[in-house]
């Protein structure tokens, strides 16, 4: 069962860290380190939380997907200025992470402090076995999920979150016919191919294209990318 892991930063700070919990939290020299590659598949920057249900489905996305870290006191340009205000913006993503995230996902909050007196905020989210999670914020009337897909954050597909929801399942099996193999013989040619092309070019209606497309990444022979448009699907 998933759960949430919330420790305050008059808690947590790097040189209050010893034995096997060090080897979980960054110092300020790996985060430099990590800062300078930039923005990626387990890496967010935030600058401050001025809007934190914004900044929310960034955690959620990394529940969903691998996991990662989101550092607040980060430019996007990889400047390490630090949170002026660091109890309150913990305190902001706190409440809307307990407000508008669900199920509770599990993840680390500490701080690294730096020379100039402010700290950097870091949320060390851990790949959920829970998923799919969501944000439900009051102004939208259904439940978003959010995946990671390389530096961005999008929203998930009915077939990525089927894909989410039912990757663990055992015994999984699927039928191996004329349009699947239609469809191994397009991507060997074309390498990628989306839901409604599927649809278009096999004959089959949207609803049976989907499910065969979601057995076959859950077969593991097909992998998909999530987009801000549409997915894409490769062969693995």
């Given at each position: 069962m998933s759960f949430t892991t919330m420790r305050t930063g008059n808690e947590i700070l790097l040189d209050e860290v010893s034995g096997e919990d060090a080897d979980l939290f960054l110092d300020l020299r790996n985060l430099k380190h990590l800062v300078r590659h930039g923005e990626g598949q387990r890496l967010e920057f935030k600058m401050k939380v001025k809007f934190p249900e914004k900044i929310i489905k960034e955690l959620v996305a990394f529940a969903n997907s691998d996991g990662g870290h989101l550092f607040v006191g980060v430019s996007d340009e990889g400047h390490i200025e630090g949170s002026k205000f660091v109890e309150e913006d913990q305190f902001l993503l706190e409440k809307a992470i307990n407000t508008?995230?669900?199920?509770?996902?599990?993840?680390?909050?500490?701080?690294?402090?730096?020379?100039?007196?402010?700290?950097?905020?870091?949320?060390?989210?851990?790949?959920?076995?829970?998923?799919?999670?969501?944000?439900?914020?009051?102004?939208?009337?259904?439940?978003?999920?959010?995946?990671?897909?390389?530096?961005?954050?999008?929203?998930?597909?009915?077939?990525?979150?089927?894909?989410?929801?039912?990757?663990?399942?055992?015994?999984?099996?699927?039928?191996?016919?004329?349009?699947?193999?239609?469809?191994?013989?397009?991507?060997?040619?074309?390498?990628?191919?989306?839901?409604?092309?599927?649809?278009?070019?096999?004959?089959?209606?949207?609803?049976?294209?989907?499910?065969?497309?979601?057995?076959?990444?859950?077969?593991?022979?097909?992998?998909?990318?999530?987009?801000?448009?549409?997915?894409?699907?490769?062969?693995?």
């Open positions: 508008y995230c669900f199920p509770a996902f599990t993840y680390n909050v500490y701080r690294i402090p730096l020379e100039n007196g402010r700290s950097v905020l870091v949320y060390h989210v851990f790949e959920s076995v829970d998923k799919p999670h969501f944000v439900q914020l009051e102004s939208d009337s259904n439940p978003v999920c959010y995946v990671r897909v390389k530096d961005r954050t999008v929203k998930a597909s009915k077939e990525m979150k089927q894909i989410l929801r039912r990757e663990h399942d055992p015994g999984l099996t699927f039928a191996y016919g004329d349009s699947e193999k239609w469809l191994m013989e397009y991507l060997r040619e074309n390498e990628v191919i989306t839901l409604a092309e599927f649809a278009l070019k096999s004959g089959l209606p949207i609803w049976l294209a989907s499910r065969k497309l979601v057995l076959l990444v859950l077969g593991r022979v097909l992998r998909i990318e999530p987009g801000e448009q549409h997915d894409m699907y490769f062969l693995r």
